[in-house]
């Protein structure tokens, strides 16, 4: 009954490893699409919930016309741009655009449209 106990456990073990093996800690972000994916947010909505270890996103070069947003369960995430004058993050909200008054900067955080 014991070694019965003790074979199940090491083949539990074993599975959940495989299953482990299966996460990706490093991805590739290429807007001409020779990466793992062509939107950096595509990639962070792709990566594993609390991580056990860093999870790289390396950012080729180009303009990622996109609002981004990593979530705090994704603690140990980084992203490395390939070169810092030639890949560019950016959106268009600012605090005019958003007309809600005096606090109006506070909102461009989420997505209007």
Same mark, same amino acid.
């Given at each position: 009954?014991?070694?019965?106990?003790?074979?199940?456990?090491?083949?539990?073990?074993?599975?959940?490893?495989?299953?482990?093996?299966?996460?990706?800690?490093?991805?590739? #972000?290429?807007?001409?699409?020779?990466?793992?994916?062509?939107?950096?947010?595509?990639?962070?909505?792709?990566?594993?919930?609390?991580?056990?270890?860093?999870?790289?996103?390396? #950012?080729?070069?180009?303009?990622?016309?996109?609002?981004?947003?990593?979530?705090?369960?994704?603690?140990?995430?980084?992203?490395?741009?390939?070169?810092?004058?030639?890949?560019?993050?950016?959106?268009?909200?600012?605090?005019?655009?958003?007309?809600?008054?005096?606090?109006?900067?506070?909102?461009?955080?989420?997505?209007?449209?």
């Amino acid at each position: 009954m014991k070694k019965t106990g003790f074979l199940f456990f090491f083949i539990l073990i074993g599975f959940i490893g495989l299953a482990q093996n299966n996460i990706q800690y490093s991805l590739v #972000v290429s807007k001409d699409g020779a990466g793992d994916f062509t939107s950096i947010q595509d990639a962070i909505d792709a990566t594993k919930a609390f991580p056990d270890k860093r999870i790289t996103i390396y #950012v080729k070069n180009g303009i990622y016309n996109e609002k981004v947003t990593i979530p705090s369960w994704n603690n140990l995430l980084s992203l490395i741009g390939e070169d810092a004058n030639k890949t560019i993050i950016t959106w268009d909200d600012y605090f005019s655009k958003i007309s809600r008054g005096r606090n109006s900067t506070f909102f461009t955080y989420y997505c209007f449209g």
